[in-house]
């Protein structure tokens, strides 16, 4: 079964903090999404990746394609980087049957 | 200028009743999604739609069905509503790799 694994699950962190999400995933993939949900609802995509490491702002996101595993950072973090983040991939093989979504990390920064 | 738009955002509606989500994107792209994210927030790919090509996810019920009238649009239709099709609903489109996601329907079915 095509599975894509998240941890944490929930992240409660200080303002300024240093936070790492992880994703994994059980088989060769085409890309990798990382995926923003506001509390409002909306979802903003991140980063696409395929291999390597992408940055943007406060936000690098790095690929292990012999791993199948890819990992979220964010510097310094602050209050409005409060949101669900998922990781999301498309299996190769080809075909548009769109994206394998994990259950997503609620991350919380305080004050 | 919106990319992809929904329509409508909120829609509350009693069991048995036919519905339908419009999903309009004004980006040019060849593929369009449909993606449910049910009351625990998990997102599960219903539909994808690529230049005629319909590719449903096994586990959508026959009562879902997608229909494109042209390229910028995938409207989804819902027969015989039940309980269990209460969610957030969103619509995709993408080119490459890269998605767009449309802002979502929340759909309460009482």
């Known amino acids: 079964k095509n599975e894509v694994e998240q941890s944490p699950q929930n992240l409660t962190a200080q303002e300024g903090e240093f936070i790492t999400i992880n994703c994994s995933y059980s088989?060769?993939?085409?890309?990798l999404h990382w995926l923003q949900q506001h509390p409002g609802g909306g979802i903003v995509s991140l980063f696409m990746?395929?291999?390597g490491k992408k940055k943007h702002g406060r936000l690098i996101a790095t690929i292990n394609i012999q791993e199948k595993h890819s990992s979220l950072h964010i510097t310094a973090s602050h209050p409005r980087d409060s949101a669900v983040y998922i990781c999301?991939?498309?299996?190769?093989?080809?075909?548009?049957?769109?994206?394998?979504f994990g259950k997503g990390t609620h991350l919380i920064i305080q004050p | 200028d919106t990319a992809v738009s929904q329509t409508p955002k909120y829609l509350v509606t009693q069991m048995g009743n036919d519905k339908s989500i419009k999903c309009e994107q004004n980006?040019?792209?060849?593929?369009m999604y449909w993606y449910k994210q049910d009351s625990k927030k998990f997102l599960k790919i219903m539909f994808s739609?690529?230049?005629?090509?319909?590719?449903i996810n096994e586990t959508v019920p026959n009562r879902f069905s997608p229909k494109s009238p042209d390229k910028a649009h995938l409207n989804l239709h819902i027969n015989s509503l039940e309980l269990g099709d209460s969610a957030v609903y969103f619509c995709?489109?993408?080119?490459?790799?890269?998605?767009?996601f449309g802002p979502g329907t929340r759909l309460l079915v009482l």
């Open positions: 995709a489109s993408s080119v490459s790799e890269t998605q767009y």
């Open positions: 088989v060769g993939i085409s890309a």
């Open positions: 990746l395929s291999s």
């Open positions: 999301a991939v498309r299996y190769s093989g080809g075909g548009a049957d769109g994206l394998t």
């Open positions: 980006l040019g792209h060849d593929t």
């Open positions: 739609y690529n230049n005629k090509e319909l590719i």
